[in-house]
T-cell receptor
Protein backbone atom coordinates (compact mmCIF):
# COMPACT_ATOMS: atom_id res chain seq x y z
CA UNK A 1 0.00 0.00 0.00
CA UNK A 2 0.91 3.64 -0.02
CA UNK A 3 3.20 4.82 2.71
CA UNK A 4 5.23 7.91 3.48
CA UNK A 5 7.97 7.78 6.10
CA UNK A 6 9.95 10.48 7.81
CA UNK A 7 12.25 10.67 10.80
CA UNK A 8 10.45 12.13 13.80
CA UNK A 9 12.98 14.66 15.12
CA UNK A 10 15.73 16.92 13.87
CA UNK A 11 17.74 19.40 15.91
CA UNK A 12 19.99 22.06 14.36
CA UNK A 13 21.75 25.22 15.45
CA UNK A 14 20.52 28.58 14.27
CA UNK A 15 22.27 29.54 11.05
CA UNK A 16 23.01 25.96 10.02
CA UNK A 17 21.23 24.14 7.20
CA UNK A 18 18.46 21.66 8.00
CA UNK A 19 17.76 18.66 5.84
CA UNK A 20 14.51 16.80 6.36
CA UNK A 21 14.18 13.49 4.56
CA UNK A 22 11.18 11.52 3.39
CA UNK A 23 10.65 8.25 1.56
CA UNK A 24 7.51 7.13 -0.18
CA UNK A 25 6.35 3.94 -1.80
CA UNK A 26 3.89 4.96 -4.52
CA UNK A 27 5.76 5.18 -7.80
CA UNK A 28 2.75 6.79 -9.47
CA UNK A 29 2.97 9.92 -7.33
CA UNK A 30 2.36 13.09 -9.32
CA UNK A 31 3.01 15.79 -6.77
CA UNK A 32 5.08 15.71 -3.61
CA UNK A 33 4.54 18.30 -0.95
CA UNK A 34 6.10 19.81 2.11
CA UNK A 35 3.75 21.29 4.68
CA UNK A 36 4.74 23.20 7.81
CA UNK A 37 2.74 23.11 11.01
CA UNK A 38 3.54 25.62 13.72
CA UNK A 39 2.32 25.00 17.28
CA UNK A 40 -1.45 25.31 17.54
CA UNK A 41 -1.90 26.01 13.84
CA UNK A 42 -3.05 24.10 10.80
CA UNK A 43 -0.86 22.93 7.97
CA UNK A 44 0.68 25.54 5.72
CA UNK A 45 1.78 24.52 2.24
CA UNK A 46 5.49 25.34 2.01
CA UNK A 47 6.41 24.06 -1.40
CA UNK A 48 5.76 21.23 -3.79
CA UNK A 49 7.50 19.49 -6.63
CA UNK A 50 6.09 17.75 -9.66
CA UNK A 51 7.27 14.20 -10.09
CA UNK A 52 9.14 14.89 -13.34
CA UNK A 53 11.41 17.41 -11.63
CA UNK A 54 14.63 16.71 -9.74
CA UNK A 55 14.98 19.92 -7.84
CA UNK A 56 13.07 23.02 -6.94
CA UNK A 57 14.46 26.07 -5.16
CA UNK A 58 12.41 28.74 -3.46
CA UNK A 59 14.41 31.29 -1.45
CA UNK A 60 15.85 29.39 1.54
CA UNK A 61 14.08 26.15 0.60
CA UNK A 62 15.47 23.50 -1.73
CA UNK A 63 13.51 20.37 -2.56
CA UNK A 64 15.36 17.41 -4.03
CA UNK A 65 13.56 14.45 -5.55
CA UNK A 66 15.19 11.12 -6.33
CA UNK A 67 12.43 9.31 -8.13
CA UNK A 68 14.42 6.12 -8.56
CA UNK A 69 14.90 5.76 -4.82
CA UNK A 70 11.54 7.39 -3.99
CA UNK A 71 13.33 9.84 -1.74
CA UNK A 72 12.36 13.45 -1.15
CA UNK A 73 14.26 15.98 0.91
CA UNK A 74 13.71 19.52 2.10
CA UNK A 75 16.74 21.67 2.79
CA UNK A 76 16.32 24.89 4.75
CA UNK A 77 19.31 27.18 4.45
CA UNK A 78 20.31 29.50 7.30
CA UNK A 79 17.77 27.95 9.66
CA UNK A 80 16.12 30.40 12.03
CA UNK A 81 14.29 29.88 15.32
CA UNK A 82 11.08 30.74 13.49
CA UNK A 83 11.57 27.62 11.39
CA UNK A 84 10.91 25.46 14.46
CA UNK A 85 7.81 23.48 13.53
CA UNK A 86 6.63 20.10 12.33
CA UNK A 87 7.27 19.44 8.66
CA UNK A 88 5.03 16.98 6.83
CA UNK A 89 5.96 15.26 3.63
CA UNK A 90 3.00 14.22 1.46
CA UNK A 91 2.36 12.64 -1.91
CA UNK A 92 -0.55 12.81 -4.30
CA UNK A 93 -0.86 9.80 -6.51
CA UNK A 94 -2.10 9.65 -10.06
CA UNK A 95 -4.96 7.33 -9.41
CA UNK A 96 -7.09 9.39 -7.14
CA UNK A 97 -7.63 12.13 -4.76
CA UNK A 98 -5.79 10.89 -1.72
CA UNK A 99 -2.87 12.83 -0.41
CA UNK A 100 -0.85 10.53 1.83
CA UNK A 101 1.00 12.21 4.66
CA UNK A 102 4.02 11.19 6.64
CA UNK A 103 3.95 11.41 10.43
CA UNK A 104 5.88 14.67 10.39
CA UNK A 105 9.41 15.68 11.41
CA UNK A 106 9.68 17.98 14.40
CA UNK A 107 12.46 20.50 13.78
CA UNK A 108 14.11 22.09 16.82
CA UNK A 109 16.30 25.13 16.18
CA UNK A 110 18.72 25.99 18.96
CA UNK A 111 19.85 29.58 19.34
CA UNK B 1 -10.54 35.59 -0.47
CA UNK B 2 -9.66 34.15 2.91
CA UNK B 3 -8.30 30.69 3.47
CA UNK B 4 -10.05 27.70 4.97
CA UNK B 5 -11.67 28.51 8.30
CA UNK B 6 -12.83 26.17 11.03
CA UNK B 7 -14.87 26.60 14.15
CA UNK B 8 -14.66 26.30 17.03
CA UNK B 9 -10.90 26.47 17.44
CA UNK B 10 -11.17 24.54 20.70
CA UNK B 11 -13.89 22.30 22.03
CA UNK B 12 -13.99 20.57 25.39
CA UNK B 13 -16.79 18.11 25.92
CA UNK B 14 -17.81 15.33 28.24
CA UNK B 15 -17.70 11.71 27.24
CA UNK B 16 -20.98 10.66 25.67
CA UNK B 17 -21.94 14.08 24.32
CA UNK B 18 -22.31 14.90 20.63
CA UNK B 19 -20.13 17.55 18.97
CA UNK B 20 -20.29 19.41 15.67
CA UNK B 21 -17.24 20.82 13.96
CA UNK B 22 -17.56 23.29 11.11
CA UNK B 23 -15.43 23.96 8.07
CA UNK B 24 -15.68 26.83 5.57
CA UNK B 25 -13.61 26.01 2.49
CA UNK B 26 -11.96 28.46 0.14
CA UNK B 27 -14.57 29.94 -2.17
CA UNK B 28 -14.70 28.08 -5.48
CA UNK B 29 -13.02 24.93 -4.17
CA UNK B 30 -15.10 21.91 -5.09
CA UNK B 31 -13.27 19.35 -2.97
CA UNK B 32 -13.31 19.31 0.82
CA UNK B 33 -11.51 16.91 3.15
CA UNK B 34 -11.53 16.08 6.84
CA UNK B 35 -8.48 14.69 8.63
CA UNK B 36 -7.74 13.81 12.23
CA UNK B 37 -4.39 14.40 13.90
CA UNK B 38 -3.95 12.62 17.18
CA UNK B 39 -1.22 13.70 19.59
CA UNK B 40 2.18 12.94 18.09
CA UNK B 41 0.65 11.23 15.07
CA UNK B 42 0.46 12.05 11.41
CA UNK B 43 -2.72 12.87 9.59
CA UNK B 44 -5.49 10.32 9.34
CA UNK B 45 -7.88 10.76 6.43
CA UNK B 46 -11.55 10.67 7.45
CA UNK B 47 -13.79 11.72 4.56
CA UNK B 48 -13.88 13.82 1.42
CA UNK B 49 -16.53 15.56 -0.65
CA UNK B 50 -16.24 16.38 -4.34
CA UNK B 51 -18.88 18.63 -5.84
CA UNK B 52 -22.30 17.03 -5.62
CA UNK B 53 -21.02 13.47 -5.61
CA UNK B 54 -21.62 11.15 -2.69
CA UNK B 55 -18.81 11.51 -0.16
CA UNK B 56 -16.10 8.92 0.29
CA UNK B 57 -16.56 7.84 3.88
CA UNK B 58 -13.96 5.09 3.80
CA UNK B 59 -11.79 6.72 6.45
CA UNK B 60 -14.44 7.29 9.11
CA UNK B 61 -13.33 5.29 12.18
CA UNK B 62 -16.80 4.33 13.37
CA UNK B 63 -20.50 4.93 12.74
CA UNK B 64 -20.41 7.60 15.42
CA UNK B 65 -18.73 9.84 12.88
CA UNK B 66 -20.67 11.52 10.09
CA UNK B 67 -20.23 14.54 7.89
CA UNK B 68 -22.29 16.57 5.52
CA UNK B 69 -21.67 19.38 3.11
CA UNK B 70 -24.52 21.73 2.44
CA UNK B 71 -24.81 23.54 -0.87
CA UNK B 72 -21.38 22.37 -1.92
CA UNK B 73 -19.71 24.75 0.50
CA UNK B 74 -19.73 24.57 4.30
CA UNK B 75 -19.17 21.18 5.89
CA UNK B 76 -20.01 19.86 9.34
CA UNK B 77 -18.32 16.88 10.96
CA UNK B 78 -20.46 15.35 13.70
CA UNK B 79 -19.20 12.97 16.33
CA UNK B 80 -21.91 11.28 18.38
CA UNK B 81 -21.44 9.85 21.86
CA UNK B 82 -17.87 11.09 22.03
CA UNK B 83 -15.18 8.91 23.57
CA UNK B 84 -11.86 9.92 25.07
CA UNK B 85 -10.01 8.41 22.12
CA UNK B 86 -11.78 10.95 19.88
CA UNK B 87 -9.61 13.66 21.43
CA UNK B 88 -7.50 15.07 18.59
CA UNK B 89 -7.12 18.01 16.27
CA UNK B 90 -9.59 17.81 13.41
CA UNK B 91 -8.29 19.46 10.26
CA UNK B 92 -10.27 20.47 7.23
CA UNK B 93 -8.75 21.11 3.82
CA UNK B 94 -10.11 22.18 0.46
CA UNK B 95 -8.82 22.07 -3.08
CA UNK B 96 -9.93 23.37 -6.43
CA UNK B 97 -10.55 19.87 -7.68
CA UNK B 98 -9.91 16.38 -6.42
CA UNK B 99 -6.36 16.11 -7.67
CA UNK B 100 -5.29 19.63 -6.78
CA UNK B 101 -3.22 20.96 -3.94
CA UNK B 102 -5.00 20.96 -0.62
CA UNK B 103 -5.09 24.02 1.61
CA UNK B 104 -5.68 23.48 5.30
CA UNK B 105 -7.64 25.26 7.96
CA UNK B 106 -6.24 25.92 11.45
CA UNK B 107 -8.02 22.92 12.92
CA UNK B 108 -10.37 22.31 15.82
CA UNK B 109 -8.79 20.87 18.95
CA UNK B 110 -11.29 18.48 20.53
CA UNK B 111 -10.81 17.32 24.09
CA UNK B 112 -13.14 14.67 25.49
CA UNK B 113 -13.06 14.46 29.26
Amino acid sequence: GEDVEQSLFLSVREGDSSVINCTYTDSSSTYLYWYKQEPGAGLQLLTYIFSNMDMKQDQRLTVLLNKKDKHLSLRIADTQTGDSAIYFCAELNTGGFKTIFGAGTRLFVKA
Amino acid sequence: GAGVSQSPSNKVTEKGKDVELRCDPISGHTALYWYRQSLGQGLEFLIYFQGNSAPDKSGLPSDRFSAERTGGSVSTLTIQRTQQEDSAVYLCASSLGLSDTQYFGPGTRLTVL
